[in-house]
Nanobody, 128 residues
Framework: EVQLQASGGGLVQAGGSLRLSCAASGIALDEYVIGWFRQAPGQQREGVSCKHISGDRTYYADSVKGRFTISSDYAKNTVDLQMNSLRPEDTAVYYC?????????????????????WGQGTLVTVSS
């Protein structure tokens, strides 16, 4: 059974940092693409970053480039999202998602409906 577990959310002041972790079970990370998405109240779910290890592809949303870094840890079977220089507009529920397909375009990698497996969300609140 494939399971994804997101953790690491919390309350932080603007300019601060948080590290989210997506723990995967039932899969081998190098066979999957793992994406981080977020959803703010009243907003659509949006792609933040994704990593396809075997495809050697990493994508970031323009709004987080230079501030967020996605990384994988084979020993822990996790995909982490290091979030620095956080802004109030980063406040959202963050989700990790996974799929075992190889997508053809950046658009596919960054769309929520491309991913089959989803973890529960973790809330990130950035105060001003």
């Amino acid at each position: 059974e494939v399971q994804l577990q997101a953790s690491g959310g919390g309350l932080v002041q603007a300019g601060g940092s948080l590290r989210l972790s997506c723990a995967a079970s039932g899969i081998a990370l190098d066979e999957y693409v793992i994406g981080w998405f977020r959803q703010a109240p009243g907003q659509q779910r949006e792609g933040v970053s994704c990593k396809h290890i075997s495809g050697d592809r990493t994508y970031y949303a323009d709004s987080v480039k230079g501030r967020f870094t996605i990384s994988s840890d084979y020993a822990k079977n996790t995909v982490d999202l290091q979030m620095n220089s956080l802004r109030p507009e980063d406040t959202a529920v963050y989700y990790c998602a996974g799929d075992d397909r190889t997508f053809r375009t950046r658009y596919q990698y960054t769309q929520a409906n491309s991913y089959y497996y989803w973890g529960q969300g973790t809330l990130v609140t950035v105060s001003s």
